[in-house]
């Protein structure tokens, strides 16, 4: 109740005019257990990423039990987002101009914002690692991070895209999905693997770590 009447007022004021007290008086609720709730906006905002993070997958489960093949497996997993994210399309604008700024806890690249970039890395490690695609092993561990680059370069397409039912937005996916497949396909032969090692070393160093010490992907397939 709290999260949808915050989201609610963040579209017909904008994000920086809703304050806290005025999405509990909307809700219904005291300011005091808004808070208990929610911490700040932020967190209004963090409880809206994990809540599109949990929806998209339950959404994308067949496409990663399914077929083998990364390209459909890309492909499912960026069209379930768009799925999953259309509803909130006509306000995702105003997240936008704040997520931009990078000192901000709702950049998708912030500590803040681990949990939600964490559920979602996690679904491209399991679209690559339930491929039948073979790739570089010493890759293979930051690839899920890069796949998750490239979804967040769709979403900053899609924030932008009025056409009807972000249909720019489903057209580059079907374009760009079999491209990135076939790049990791072409990882694991040994004359691109001076250039394997020097994205893997940029991908280590600027990429935000996961919790734990981020992600060495399971199952693995190398030539």
């Given at each position: 109740m709290?999260?949808?009447?915050?989201?609610?007022?963040f579209?017909?004021r904008?994000y920086?005019?809703?304050?806290?007290?005025?999405v509990?008086?909307?809700?219904?609720?005291?300011?005091?257990?808004?808070?208990y709730?929610?911490a700040?906006?932020?967190?209004?905002?963090?409880?809206f990423?994990?809540?599109i993070?949990?929806?998209?997958?339950?959404?994308?489960?067949?496409?990663?039990?399914?077929?083998p093949?990364?390209?459909?497996?890309?492909?499912g997993?960026l069209?379930?987002w768009?799925d999953?994210?259309?509803?909130?399309?006509?306000?995702?604008?105003?997240?936008?101009?704040n997520?931009?700024?990078?000192d901000s806890?709702?950049?998708?690249?912030?500590?803040?914002?681990?949990?939600?970039?964490e559920?979602?890395i996690s679904?491209?490690?399991?679209a690559?690692?339930g491929s039948?695609?073979?790739y570089?092993?010493e890759l293979?561990?930051?690839l899920?991070?890069?796949?998750?680059?490239?979804?967040?370069?769709?979403?900053?397409?899609?924030?932008?895209?009025?056409?009807?039912n972000?249909?720019?937005?489903?057209?580059?996916?079907e374009?760009?999905a079999?491209?990135?497949?076939r790049?990791?396909a072409l990882s694991?032969?040994?004359v691109?693997?001076?250039?394997?090692?020097?994205?893997?070393?940029?991908?280590?160093?600027?990429?935000?770590r996961a919790?734990?010490?981020?992600?060495?992907?399971g199952?693995?397939?190398?030539?």
């Amino acid at each position: 109740m709290i999260l949808e009447t915050a989201l609610r007022l963040f579209e017909e004021r904008g994000y920086d005019r809703t304050t806290m007290r005025a999405v509990a008086q909307e809700a219904g609720v005291s300011v005091g257990n808004a808070y208990y709730y929610f911490a700040s906006k932020e967190h209004l905002v963090q409880g809206f990423y994990d809540r599109i993070a949990a929806e998209h997958e339950e959404a994308v489960g067949p496409v990663l039990d399914g077929d083998p093949d990364l390209t459909v497996r890309i492909r499912g997993l960026l069209l379930g987002w768009l799925d999953v994210a259309q509803p909130y399309h006509r306000f995702a604008a105003q997240f936008f101009k704040n997520a931009a700024d990078p000192d901000s806890p709702l950049s998708p690249f912030s500590e803040d914002s681990t949990a939600a970039r964490e559920a979602v890395i996690s679904l491209h490690e399991r679209a690559l690692t339930g491929s039948s695609t073979r790739y570089d092993a010493e890759l293979g561990p930051i690839l899920p991070q890069l796949m998750w680059l490239m979804q967040m370069g769709l979403v900053l397409f899609w924030v932008y895209d009025r056409t009807g039912n972000a249909a720019r937005s489903r057209r580059l996916v079907e374009r760009t999905a079999p491209l990135a497949a076939r790049a990791i396909a072409l990882s694991r032969f040994r004359v691109l693997r001076p250039l394997v090692r020097q994205l893997h070393d940029v991908l280590v160093e600027f990429m935000p770590r996961a919790r734990g010490g981020g992600g060495e992907a399971g199952g693995v397939r190398s030539s």
